[in-house]
């Protein structure tokens, strides 16, 4: 992080403009740094949704939303989804830098070690209704792992902080997938180490005792490159909610928990499960006008799910990648005449055609296509945010262990411009009218 400018801000009226450092990270929009800009002037800045503020420095992933561009440890995504697995991808976030054939093993196989959870763990579940919602029992059950994970507390321990990153990767597919096995009324499946990451959590899904399972390879590819494509995404929703939850010294386990929480939601990594729902409701190519009407009326709170981002202004470079596993896995099973993905393909030309959503600058994002692979796969539309929070652990380990090694860290407290009742004063409850 390089200070070779300072911004002159006239803060107040006839003053001399207050100075401050200007930062230059290695890739991106320079940032001011205010944090002495309280101390100078009495004033806070107000930026709600953060539409202007960087909340942190950080390492690990770069986007550029007006090129379409993501780099994780400066690869980009196209790159690393065409030459790794995500195992190499979770070193890269987690390391820095991608392993050699040694360090990728010796990952593997610690990775492995910690598939299974203990027991008294698997007990939650049955406390959960059979219908629960896989993402409410994967909250719980994550959160509950600080239970089991007492010496973690000591985050300052970058050891401590490396077993609790391993443990967290190995068994989100087991936890997600026995959430999905409970809902079936399946028995839950112990993972098998001779599979790879993706085809064993595909077999905990999806493997019966009746039966022998091999998970189909282009199957696991496709769902390889899904965890790929969210393993990170700089400071989203989510990873800022693990970095202020862990600021504070909390468990890592707890915090994952809260990122998993945010994630849940419609606007966030909900968006895919939201994106299949609404294709169903839509469900004939002769009802498209009709919801594109109301994604643009604005009396209407209805969205159209799977457009749109924060950050992307011209393409999500993930929805590209996701759109040929798309293609691919539609291939592979035979099913180009799907339904819903034709439907998909009709409202994703006609919103591209639209003058509403071009002067938005409203793409489909990786959500647009994610469900349907996932649907493809057979995986139901109420655990595709469960995959997405399995494939996002890595990030948020990679975020939250970055925050507390980092020297300048301070516990998250943001200010706010109070709107409320100015100081009164409290009657005797006889006087109050
Ligand atoms: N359908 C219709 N109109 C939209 C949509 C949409 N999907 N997204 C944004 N707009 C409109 C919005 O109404 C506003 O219009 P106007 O300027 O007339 O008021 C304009 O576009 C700008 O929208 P915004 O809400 O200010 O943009 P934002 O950056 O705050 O929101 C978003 C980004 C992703 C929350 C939003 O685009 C959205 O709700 N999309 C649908 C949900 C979705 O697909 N989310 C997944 C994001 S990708 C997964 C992830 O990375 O987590």
């Given at each position: ?177 026995m959430a999905y096995k409970y809902n079936l009324g399946h028995p839950f499946n112990y993972p098998q180490n001779h599979l790879s ?214 516990i998250g407290r943001p200010r706010q411009l109070y709107t409320g009742k100015s100081t009164r004063k409290v009657l005797p409850i006889?006087?109050?009218?």
């Amino acid at each position: 992080m390089d200070q070779k400018k300072v911004a002159k801000l006239n803060l107040k009226n006839n003053e001399l403009p207050t100075e401050f450092p200007i930062l230059s990270g290695s890739m991106g929009p320079d940032v001011i740094d205010i944090r002495k800009l309280h101390a100078k002037s009495g004033m806070f800045t107000y930026d709600p949704g953060f539409l202007s503020t960087a909340s942190s420095s950080s390492k690990i992933t770069f986007i550029d939303g007006e090129k379409g561009i993501l780099l994780y440890r400066g690869y980009p995504i196209e790159q690393l989804a065409e030459h790794c697995d995500f195992m190499e991808v979770c070193w890269l976030l987690m390391k820095g830098e991608l392993p050699t054939a040694d360090e990728k093993d010796s990952f593997v196989k610690s990775i492995n070690a910690h598939s299974m959870v203990n027991e008294q763990l698997i007990k939650f579940y049955q406390g959960f209704r059979r219908d629960a919602h896989p993402m409410a029992v994967t909250v719980g059950v994550v959160g509950a792992l600080s239970a089991f994970y007492h010496e973690a507390l000591d985050v300052s321990d970058s050891q401590n902080r490396e077993d609790s990153a391993i443990h967290l990767i190995a068994k989100l597919p087991n936890i997600t997938a026995m959430a999905y096995k409970y809902n079936l009324g399946h028995p839950f499946n112990y993972p098998q180490n001779h599979l790879s990451y993706a085809q064993n959590f595909m077999h905990m899904m999806f493997a019966v005792p009746a039966e022998e399972y091999r998970p189909n390879p282009v199957l696991a590819r496709a769902l390889d490159r899904i965890l790929i494509l969210h393993a990170d995404h700089e400071q989203n929703a989510s990873t800022s909610t693990v970095r202020l939850a862990g600021s504070s010294g909390a468990s890592p386990f707890a915090c994952i928990s809260a990122g998993i929480a945010c994630l849940w939601g419609p606007a966030h990594g909900g968006a895919n499960e939201a994106c299949l729902n609404m294709l169903e409701e839509i469900g004939d190519e002769s009802r498209i006008s009709q919801y594109i009407t109301r994604a643009k009326d604005s009396n209407d709170s209805f969205r159209l799910v799977g457009f749109g981002h924060r950050v992307y202004k011209n393409f999500d470079p993930r929805a590209k990648l996701m759109r040929e596993t798309c293609h691919e896995v539609l291939d592979e099973l035979g099913l180009q005449d799907d339904r819903l993905f034709k439907l998909a393909m009709k409202l994703e030309k006609i919103a591209l055609e639209d003058e509403y959503f071009i002067s938005r600058k409203l793409y489909p994002n990786v959500d647009f296509y994610s469900g349907i692979v996932q649907r493809a796969l057979g995986i139901p539309a109420s655990m595709f945010t469960a995959i997405f929070a399995t494939a996002r652990t890595v990030g948020w380990v990679a975020q939250w262990s970055e925050m507390i090694s980092d020297p300048e860290q301070k516990i998250g407290r943001p200010r706010q411009l109070y709107t409320g009742k100015s100081t009164r004063k409290v009657l005797p409850i006889s006087e109050r009218t």
